[in-house]
């Protein structure tokens, strides 16, 4: 074997290396950020911090509806919150702890075993799914389009459907909605493997994988909510 060969397979491998340990250090940010929520959740759910988010008769008080919608805002805001290394880190962690509010509401309307269920569920459809998006040799650019505006019109449908009320439609958007994020956690997963470049600064790899967790973060999020849905 030549020179040139032991140096080309010696520089492959090297860019595998660097690879696993760009994704690994992405999912163990969301797994510690998926453990942020539920401890923030358990928090929110105990006596006497329960009292400041939710009445006596289980609505949502000012300060509780200011936490749950608090994350929205802060994606909006992202880009000024989060112009540092520094700032990234604080808007990620800040993120996922006000989520577990949102996760109390959704967990206490829910009984241990659905709550169980809906919890594995959801790990098997992303793990199948973003394994898919990182192995397949399938450009996934146009799906994900695809599944970006399929998000568009879900949340038109979820706004009227507030209105109408209609069972059906309730159950449709929740298939459609899970099609949906199991297509966005492939579509970013491979976005993620894509966007490794050994050249780049950790500095660099490091915004690129909190910026990368977020999304699939929220894709799990939201296939919990939606798989939760259809169990009921």
């Known amino acids: 074997m030549s020179n040139n060969q032991y140096t080309t397979q010696a520089a492959t491998a090297g860019v595998d290396v660097g690879l696993r340990s760009h994704m690994t250090k992405t999912y163990n940010l969301i797994a510690l950020g998926l453990l942020a929520s539920a401890a923030s959740a358990f928090v929110v759910a105990e006596a006497p911090v329960r009292g400041l988010f939710f009445d006596a008769a289980g609505k949502t008080t000012i300060l509780g509806?200011?936490?749950?919608?608090?994350?929205?805002?802060?994606?909006?805001?992202?880009?000024?919150?989060?112009?540092?290394?520094?700032?990234?880190?604080?808007?990620?962690?800040?993120?996922v702890a006000l989520q577990g509010i949102g996760l109390s509401v959704a967990v206490s309307s829910q009984t241990g075993g659905e709550a169980a269920k809906a919890l594995a569920i959801t790990a098997v459809t992303f793990?199948?799914?973003?394994?898919?998006?990182?192995?397949?040799?399938?450009?996934?650019?146009?799906?994900?389009?695809?599944?970006?505006?399929?998000?568009?019109?879900?949340?038109?449908?979820?706004i009227v459907n507030l209105f109408l009320g209609s069972p059906a439609i309730g159950f449709a958007i929740d298939v459609i909605g899970v099609?949906?994020?199991?297509?966005?956690?492939?579509?970013?997963t491979q976005n993620l493997k894509e966007s490794y470049d050994p050249s780049s600064s950790e500095t660099s790899c490091e915004a690129t994988r909190y910026w990368s967790a977020i999304g699939l973060y929220l894709n799990i999020l939201n296939l919990y909510n939606f798989i939760s849905n259809l169990g009921r």
């Open 127 to 158: 793990g199948a799914t973003s394994l898919w998006g990182y192995t397949t040799r399938r450009n996934l650019t146009g799906m994900g389009s695809f599944m970006i505006i399929g998000l568009i019109g879900l949340i038109v449908a979820m």
């Open 179 to 188: 099609l949906i994020f199991a297509g966005l956690t492939a579509y970013d």
């Open 65 to 95: 509806m200011i936490g749950i919608f608090a994350p929205l805002i802060m994606l909006f805001a992202a880009g000024w919150l989060a112009r540092t290394a520094a700032g990234l880190r604080a808007f990620y962690w800040t993120f």
